[in-house]
Nanobody, 119 residues
Framework: QVQLVESGGGLVQAGGSLRLSCAASRSILSINVVGWYRQAPGKQRELVAAFASGGVPNYADSVKGRFTISRDNAKNTVYLQMNSLKPEDTAVYYC?????????????WGQGTQVTVSS
């Protein structure tokens, strides 16, 4: 199991920046996939960015070139740097950890942090 705690959300004007943090209760090196999802009102939760087991980051097309996912293994923390924010980036952002154990994948979620981008 793993507990995830997000921080860093808030209200920002369009064009601004925010950095989200996700602190894990265990080594993120032991987590198969770790990353960020978001859910806007009335929409399904969608992948924003994630590190797969190979360590190569994967981004949603809508955030490529604007968002950067990074990690600090010593601090067991994953970050999401969000630049050039747009009103359509407004959503609750969730940290996700997927752990595979004996062939079975389990997903863990943080409590979410609200990001609101005003126009």
């Amino acid at each position: 199991q793993v507990q995830l705690v997000e921080s860093g959300g808030g209200l920002v004007q369009a064009g601004g920046s925010l950095r989200l943090s996700c602190a894990a209760s265990r080594s993120i090196l032991s987590i198969n996939v770790v990353g960020w999802y978001r859910q806007a009102p009335g929409k399904q939760r969608e992948l924003v960015a994630a590190f797969a087991s190979g360590g190569v980051p994967n981004y949603a097309d809508s955030v490529k070139g604007r968002f950067t996912i990074s990690r600090d293994n010593a601090k067991n923390t994953v970050y999401l740097q969000m630049n050039s924010l747009k009103p359509e980036d407004t959503a609750v952002y969730y940290c996700n950890a997927a752990i595979t154990f004996f062939g079975k994948q389990s997903d863990y979620w943080g409590q979410g942090t609200q990001v609101t981008v005003s126009s």
